[in-house]
């Protein structure tokens, strides 16, 4: 069965610090996407990558940076944590050039205090 | 012009009742529909999907319904069951690009 893990589910962190979030897909899929969920705003795109060591930014990359180093691993991270970044962090993957149908995670639940 | 509008916002609904939630898009070069089902503390998974070519598409009680000249699709849950309370979201992808996702709907199905 197709998997997205992310590392955490719920994480409590403080203001100013470094956050990592780690998110691990086991289909071998090239594309991989982080987005932010928030109450009346959907899922919006901070960043994606279509390959190794390739990364984009998305609709909302500000205050944020991602590293993928290796195909199935795809890490985002919060470079200074500030309060407006406590948010529900969704990891996705998907297969092909443009990936018709996502895989997500179960999300990461990140309070900022 | 990337964005997709979803209505209504939150939807109560009887068991056994007919759900029906819809989305619109102005992105003409759109060329993929799907609907995606997050229950609470779990991530959205695909649900049913459609492509322009085709004007409906039923997966056991839910169906797309696809309007190309009104850049309009539409979600039908028929006979709806507790067990479909979760939140709702439209998509649409242009090849080559990244899926544009609806606000959402929180659909509660009534015992």
């Known amino acids: 069965d197709v998997k997205v893990t992310q590392s955490s589910r719920y994480l409590v962190k403080r203001t100013g610090e470094k956050v990592f979030l780690e998110c691990v897909q086991d289909?071998?899929?090239?594309?991989m996407f982080w987005y932010r969920q928030d109450p009346g705003l959907g899922l919006r795109l901070i960043y994606f990558?279509?390959?190794?060591?390739?990364?984009e930014k998305g609709d909302i990359p500000e205050g944020y940076s991602v590293s993928r180093e290796k195909k199935e691993r795809f890490s985002l991270i919060l470079e200074s944590a500030s309060t407006n970044q406590t948010s529900m962090y969704l990891c996705?993957?998907?297969?092909?050039?443009?990936?018709?149908?996502?895989?997500f995670g179960s999300g990461t639940r990140l309070t900022v205090v | 012009q990337q964005q997709v509008k979803q209505s209504p916002q939150s939807l109560i609904v009887q068991k056994g009742g007919i759900s029906i939630i819809n989305c619109a898009y102005e992105?003409?070069?759109?060329?993929?529909f799907p609907w995606y089902q997050q229950f609470p503390g779990k991530g959205p998974a695909l649900l049913i999907a459609i492509r322009p070519d085709v004007s409906e598409k039923k997966e056991g009680r839910f169906t797309i319904s696809f309007n190309k000249s009104a850049k309009q699709f539409s979600l039908h849950i028929m006979d709806s069951q507790p067990g479909d309370s979760a939140t709702y979201f439209c998509a649409a992808l242009n090849y080559g690009q990244n899926f544009v996702f609806g606000p959402g709907t929180r659909l509660s199905v009534l015992p």
């Open positions: 992105n003409t070069a759109f060329d993929y």
């Open positions: 990558s279509y390959d190794v060591k390739m990364k």
């Open positions: 289909m071998d899929h090239e594309n």
């Open positions: 996705a993957s998907s297969f092909g050039s443009t990936g018709y149908g996502y895989t």
